[in-house]
């Protein structure tokens, strides 16, 4: 336990479950989709759907999609600052059958044209799981670099990942393996204790049976 367990994280209130971990999901998933935001349909489900409103959760997973902290003062003009930033932006409301009550499936399309599609849920305390990307299943804090990568589910693939990982000396904190199905799309969720290199990134994306390298930066 540390002192934030205590007394709770430094934010824009009311609330750290419905307010700054709504911010912190937001802020994660621009981080992932690499790029700004250009349009995020925003699904609420559970109780940030039924309560949401009253703690500002709307506004502030806004402030996160547009790269804003749990502490920025300007979280409550959010929608006013996306569209300055020529961010779009829409609200509705989802059924996640066996996810957290406070969670939200956000589909995003980046500047650049690149989609990503996140469900993310807010824990308490600022705590939040990013539960699924692009329908597959994830769970990880946002609080490590983070690696993610989508490949067939082939032999090798994790020696080809967890080599290059030890010739650039970073160290794997926690690794996850999901697949779809035997033979079918799988993805590896990597929280590491060091940054990875943007050129180690590259090398990934060229590799044979792997669909898509997705990477979570704390810088």
């Given at each position: 336990?540390?002192?934030?367990?205590?007394?709770?994280?430094?934010m824009?209130?009311?609330?750290?479950?419905?307010?700054?971990?709504?911010?912190?999901?937001?802020?994660?998933?621009r981080?992932?989709?690499?790029e700004?935001?250009?349009?995020?349909?925003?699904?609420?489900?559970?109780?940030?759907?039924?309560?949401?409103?009253?703690?500002?959760?709307?506004?502030?997973l806004?402030?996160g999609?547009?790269?804003?902290?749990?502490?920025?003062?300007?979280?409550?003009?959010?929608?006013?600052?996306?569209?300055?930033?020529?961010?779009?932006?829409s609200?509705?409301?989802?059924?996640?059958k066996?996810?957290?009550?406070?969670?939200?499936?956000?589909?995003?399309?980046?500047?650049?044209?690149?989609?990503?599609?996140?469900?993310?849920?807010?824990?308490?305390?600022?705590?939040?799981?990013?539960?699924?990307?692009?329908?597959?299943?994830?769970?990880?804090?946002?609080?490590?670099?983070?690696?993610i990568?989508?490949?067939?589910?082939?032999?090798?693939?994790?020696?080809?990942?967890?080599?290059?990982?030890?010739?650039?000396?970073?160290?794997i904190?926690s690794?996850?393996?999901?697949?779809?199905?035997?033979?079918?799309?799988?993805?590896?969720?990597?929280?590491?204790?060091?940054?990875?290199?943007?050129?180690?990134?590259?090398?990934?994306?060229?590799?044979?049976?792997?669909?898509?390298?997705?990477?979570?930066?704390?810088?």
């Amino acid at each position: 336990m540390n002192i934030f367990d205590i007394i709770g994280p430094v934010m824009v209130g009311p609330s750290s479950s419905h307010t700054a971990g709504a911010v912190k999901i937001g802020y994660v998933s621009r981080k992932l989709l690499g790029e700004d935001v250009k349009k995020a349909e925003i699904l609420l489900h559970g109780s940030f759907l039924a309560t949401g409103k009253g703690h500002g959760t709307q506004f502030a997973l806004v402030a996160g999609l547009l790269g804003m902290q749990t502490d920025d003062i300007r979280i409550p003009e959010s929608f006013e600052l996306a569209k300055k930033c020529g961010m779009e932006f829409s609200f509705g409301e989802i059924n996640l059958k066996n996810y957290h009550p406070n969670s939200v499936q956000l589909n995003l399309t980046g500047v650049d044209g690149r989609y990503l599609e996140i469900i993310g849920e807010s824990v308490g305390g600022s705590i939040i799981n990013i539960a699924s990307i692009d329908g597959l299943s994830a769970n990880f804090s946002g609080d490590n670099p983070t690696l993610i990568v989508h490949n067939q589910d082939q032999p090798g693939h994790v020696a080809e990942v967890t080599s290059m990982l030890s010739h650039k000396s970073v160290n794997i904190a926690s690794m996850q393996l999901y697949r779809a199905n035997r033979g079918g799309d799988a993805v590896m969720i990597l929280e590491c204790d060091q940054e990875i290199p943007e050129e180690s990134i590259k090398w990934l994306m060229k590799l044979e049976g792997v669909n898509k390298v997705t990477y979570y930066s704390l810088k």
